[in-house]
């Protein structure tokens, strides 16, 4: 519930949901039905007014630091213009641990390649990319520390139809192949049902 006002406005109804590694969970809805605000509990980023999440079986005040990643519609806003690729991709791993840069440009490449772009240099900048490969280092960016979910909020909204699809069957390919589990909000419900294991409306 939010405040709105005078009173309280309730943006999500009661709701009970549970995701597995290695799976996609989808929810679509209508522009204000509480989507983006589901995602943000899912995540840990906003706390519910009521009732629990779990976390790796446990009631806790969240997930871990590290362990949700989210990935934004806008691929370019979580890679910084003035940096190279490699910079922007492994600097999630540099809260816990020294790299130095050549061990640094050798994880950004095979990231890169995780992704399916593995021929882009990763002295690249960010504005020498398509969008749909600038989406693509967003995600090498949000795997780099093996989260064990992903959170992502109308992830294709920026793209074309063909690079749209290309990017959902990535995604299912990371939940199969590398068994992260995912959390994908989109208005395209024909889109996301191609790859979700589950829709919730
Ligand atoms: P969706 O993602 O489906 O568009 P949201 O979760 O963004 O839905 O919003 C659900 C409802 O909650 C809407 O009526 C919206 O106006 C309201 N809302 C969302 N965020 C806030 C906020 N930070 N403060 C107050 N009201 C909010």
């Known amino acids: ?4 006002g005078t009173g309280t406005l309730t943006a999500v109804q009661p709701a009970d949901l549970s995701i597995h590694a290695g799976e996609i969970v989808g929810v679509v809805g209508p522009s204000g039905s509480g989507k ?4 943000r509990m899912v995540s840990g980023m906003e706390p519910p007014d009521s009732g629990t999440l779990t976390w790796n079986g446990q009631a806790s005040a969240g997930p871990t630091p590290g362990s949700v990643m989210p990935i934004s519609q806008d691929p370019l806003s979580s890679l910084d213009p003035r940096w190279p690729l490699w910079r922007s991709i492994t600097e999630p791993l540099t809260v816990t641990r020294r790299l130095g840069k050549a061990e640094r440009i050798r994880l950004a490449r ?9 021929h882009l240099d990763p002295l690249a900048r960010p504005r020498q990319l398509s969008v749909g490969q600038a989406q693509r280092v967003a995600i090498a960016r949000a795997l780099i520390a093996r989260p064990a979910l992903i959170v992502a909020d109308e992830p294709t909204a920026s793209l074309d139809v063909r690079t749209a699809q290309a990017m959902m069957a990535l995604l299912r390919d990371l939940a199969d192949r590398h068994g992260v589990a995912q959390f994908i909000v989109s208005h395209d419900v024909a889109l996301l049902g191609t790859i979700a294991d589950r829709l919730l409306t």
Request: glycine residues 12%.
């Open 1 to 4: 519930r939010y405040r709105s």
């Open 36 to 39: 983006s605000t589901l995602l």
């Open 110 to 118: 095979e990231a890169l390649t995780r992704v399916g772009i593995g």
